[in-house]
């Protein structure tokens, strides 16, 4: 048993210096390999450490370019923005002014239709005017008398009765007066006053003289003494005139007849005609005005050419725009 237990003793101790010597082998290993990775792990470390802070540093400057083309990116942001908004206030004052340019074309057209229709209106109605006027003023040749229309059915006579008239031109004006009589055969009516409205014959004041052999003496008669006083301008005659006598059923015709004109203007004369002489709205003319003119300042020595000529103008005009004829004498002796 002695012997025994040596052995099995002596068994033990190899086992255990065996197993130290493979423990302390394998840990020598584990050393050694730890020493061989730290190595290698330090260099390698160190080597991807080194190209890291590159990288960082490289990509911190690319941040910074990065940065600087985003804030010129930005302004040029605001730029296109403030561009694109002055673009669209551009483009938005243009519409409005588009829109008043069509407005305004869209008024004159419409301004131009109304005075196209407006013209027309005014050209139908002046044609129809220069029909009435014409149809007034060119009667038939039947019924013209010396270049006068004798389709009246009363007349007045309105004669200057001055000193001047009465002095030297008397014995024509009364052959004028048979003259005019003599044209018209048969009317309804005669009156005769002086170019101040005063009635030849008190009794037929603002009524017809019948027409009668008898009255047409009596009034040639009575010329030849006939001398109320006047102030050579017939306006006041005229007037008085077409305020008595005129009315819608007669047809009438003034004449008009002296040898000057002193009053202050022709134009107020024959506007104040003018107005007496329309007829409301349609403008139409009451009465005809005829006009003869004496040449008395003319022909007389120290005679007034300036009142003569006006009275010639103021003659002209007043028949011209009232439908008459003006008749201008080159002498004074009867003929």
């Known amino acids: 048993m002695s012997i025994r237990r040596r052995k099995e003793r002596g068994n033990t101790a190899e086992i255990s210096i065996s197993f130290l010597d493979v423990i302390s082998c394998g840990f020598g290993a584990i050393v050694l390999l730890l020493l061989i990775a730290k190595t290698v792990d330090s260099t390698a470390f160190e080597d991807s450490v080194q190209p890291a802070e590159g990288s960082v540093a490289e990509l911190q400057q690319q941040v910074f370019e990065i940065r600087g083309e985003a804030r ?3 302004r040029d942001l605001l ?4 561009q ?3 673009i669209r206030q551009r483009i938005a004052r243009l519409q409005s002014e588009l829109a008043s340019v069509r407005r305004q074309r869209d008024a004159v057209a419409q301004s131009d239709t109304t005075e196209q229709d407006k013209l ?5 109605v002046l044609t129809e005017e220069m029909a009435r006027l014409k149809a007034r003023q060119t009667p038939d040749k039947r019924s013209l008398i010396g270049g006068i229309p004798v389709d009246s059915e009363y007349i007045v ?4 009765t001055s000193g001047s008239m009465f002095n030297f031109a008397w014995p024509r004006l009364r052959q004028e007066m048979i003259n005019i009589l003599n044209i018209y055969p048969r009317v309804k009516g005669i009156q005769v006053m002086n170019d101040m409205g005063g009635y030849m014959f008190s009794t037929y004041r603002d009524k017809w003289i019948p027409d009668t052999p008898a009255r047409r003496k009596a009034i040639i008669d009575r010329l030849a003494s006939w001398t109320p006083f006047s ?8 007037q008085h005139a077409i305020r008595r006598f005129y009315a819608p059923d007669r047809k009438i015709s003034l004449y008009v007849l002296g040898d000057d004109f002193t009053g202050q203007s022709i134009a107020e004369v024959l506007s104040s005609v003018e107005k007496i002489n329309r007829e409301g709205r349609s403008g139409q003319q009451l009465v005809r005005i005829h006009t003869i003119g004496f040449p008395v300042h003319f022909m007389v020595k120290g005679g007034n050419l300036q009142t003569a000529s006006r009275f010639a103008a103021l003659m002209r005009d007043l028949s011209y ?4 004829t003006f008749v201008g004498l080159n002498g004074l002796k009867p003929e």
Do not use: M, W
């Open 72 to 74: 010129v990116l930005n």
């Open 231 to 238: 102030n050579s301008s017939p306006v006041e005659g005229v």
């Open 79 to 82: 730029s296109k923005e403030e």
């Open 321 to 324: 725009r009232n439908g008459g």
């Open 84 to 86: 694109l908004s002055d």
């Open 120 to 124: 027309t209106l005014a050209l139908q």
């Open 157 to 160: 006579f309105i004669i200057d």
